[in-house]
């Protein structure tokens, strides 16, 4: 669209959006495994009037607005408080699991190159389950990633790759609670342990599982050991618009004590401008976010959660049980919350995902790697629990559907396509782009043929046609 060039009424506009909406994932009805979480209506009703509330408050100086400094402050103290860290551990409200991420690593180059000035080009170890977050943290900040191997039966971290991984630029070690791909926490007291033997850093990425886990430690279930009563843990991410169930953007990133957190902190003397001091990676900040987040705790409290995660873990449970019981699909290792991954020795597992994703299910397809073969992610949130039975039986139905199904044969393309990505061609990108059907910047709607073709790339590859695909996709 251009600016108009006079404003269009209320009803045209909020007309526009109902439209627009309804292309989207129809996730009010429930059927949604990824992207969402939904507390139900009446909890999320507290964390939007709250976030309208404090739509137009602003982060950037908590001398004009110190009720934000206060919200901050509790929510940050409830979350660390949670994960059973004492008053010396600090925090900061984030907008997601990316910038707690983005934070923790910044955070811990700072700390390298004031406590081990000697470092040229540091090194962080992170297993291939972990989040993309850090590669991108590696990347906008210049740390090397060293990717170590995971468990092919239980997808953990191998803690003695990590160990064989340190060199002396190495500055910070990684475990997830859970990896988001199949569910699964490392074994993060090995690893930090590691960390603390070597005098580094240990960052839990608890994004997804920070508060989850908590409750259903609390509520007496098994939960392997991931918090701040590991000894060696100098860092931990926990989202709070995950299975916090608050509205987006909220996370919290949380540092063993202040000596630490100096180094997240960015301040800029030089300019004729302001005074700025930034906690976090933006400056001006919506307080709702963070509004959103304090009324959502509070609303539902201990109580509330256990209540969430006690239907939530039902319902997974019995998925799980669903998805074993039909003989072409399995469960990928021994997921400990309510995330998992299925996949499939016989079916095309993308022809799956696209079946599922044509009856209406919002889930996600996953690329193989060596030791893990592609799959189905699932996470089980609130207002998904309810459709469990009827996944399993939509689940069963489409093993069935892609059982008759003609398969995916990428041959045809694939040779003609390396052949294209390797000529130098200037209309390289376009030209592949047309060859897998993807033209005119439309998004397509069946992912099989172009999950199997990507998946078959090299990476370097994948990345390019990707970054190329998604150049051409925006305005
Ligand atoms: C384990 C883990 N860490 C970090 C992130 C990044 O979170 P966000 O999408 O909020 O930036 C995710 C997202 O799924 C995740 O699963």
Request: some cysteine; charged content about 20%.
């Amino acid at each position: 669209m251009y600016l108009p060039e006079k404003g269009k009424t209320r009803a045209e506009i909020f007309e526009f959006l109902k439209i627009a909406r309804s292309y989207d994932a129809r996730w009010e009805e429930g059927r949604i495994y990824a992207y969402v979480y939904d507390p139900g209506k009446d909890v999320m009703e507290v964390g939007k009037q709250a976030f309208v509330a404090y739509m137009v408050e602003n982060g950037l100086d908590p001398t004009a607005f110190p009720s934000l400094l206060k919200l901050e402050s509790d929510v940050t103290r409830a979350v660390i408080h949670l994960l059973r860290g004492g008053e010396q551990v600090v925090g900061s409200v984030t907008t997601g699991g990316t910038e707690s991420i983005l934070m923790a690593v910044k955070t811990a180059r700072d700390w390298a190159r004031f406590t081990r000035p000697e470092i040229q080009a540091p090194e962080m170890i992170v297993c291939q389950t972990a989040h993309h977050a850090f590669h991108k943290a590696a990347q906008y900040f210049g740390l090397k990633v060293v990717i170590t191997a995971f468990d092919p039966q239980t997808f953990r971290a191998d803690v003695d790759a990590m160990r064989a991984a340190i060199t002396p630029n190495t500055v910070l070690l990684v475990g997830s609670a859970p990896a988001y791909p199949q569910g699964v926490v490392d074994p993060i007291p090995e690893i930090a342990a590691l960390a603390q033997e070597r005098g580094l850093l240990c960052h839990v990425d608890a994004c997804v599982g920070g508060i989850h886990l908590s409750i259903m430690r609390k509520m007496g279930r098994s939960v392997p050991p991931f918090d701040w009563t590991v000894p060696g843990v100098t860092s931990i991410s926990t989202d709070l618009h995950k299975f916090g169930y608050c509205p987006k953007q909220a996370s919290v990133i949380m540092y063993r004590d202040k000596a630490l957190r100096r180094f997240q902190m960015f301040t800029s003397t030089k300019t004729t401008g302001y005074t700025l001091v930034n906690p976090t990676m933006l400056s001006s900040r919506s307080g709702g976010p963070l509004a959103g987040a304090w009324a959502v705790l509070n609303y539902l409290g201990e109580e509330g959660y256990m209540r969430l995660v006690s239907e939530v873990m039902q319902a997974a449970e019995r998925m799980m049980d669903g998805v074993r019981s039909i003989p072409e699909l399995r469960v990928m290792g021994q997921p400990d919350m309510c995330l998992f991954a299925i996949t499939s020795d016989s079916l095309n597992m993308f022809q799956l995902t696209d079946a599922m994703v044509a009856k209406g299910w919002t889930v996600q397809s996953q690329f193989g790697k060596p030791g893990a073969p592609r799959n189905m992610h699932i996470s089980v949130q609130y207002s998904a629990a309810r459709h469990a039975d009827d996944f399993v039986a939509a689940l069963r139905q489409s093993v069935e559907e892609v059982k008759l199904a003609p398969p995916i044969d990428v041959s045809a393309v694939l040779g003609p396509l390396n052949e294209l990505l390797a000529s130098g061609d200037p209309q390289i990108f376009e030209n592949a782009m047309a060859l897998v059907g993807m033209q005119d910047g439309k998004l397509p709607t069946e992912l099989a043929l172009i999950n199997t073709l990507l998946e078959a790339m090299p990476d370097d590859i994948q990345a390019q046609f990707l970054i190329e695909f998604f150049n051409n996709l925006y305005a």
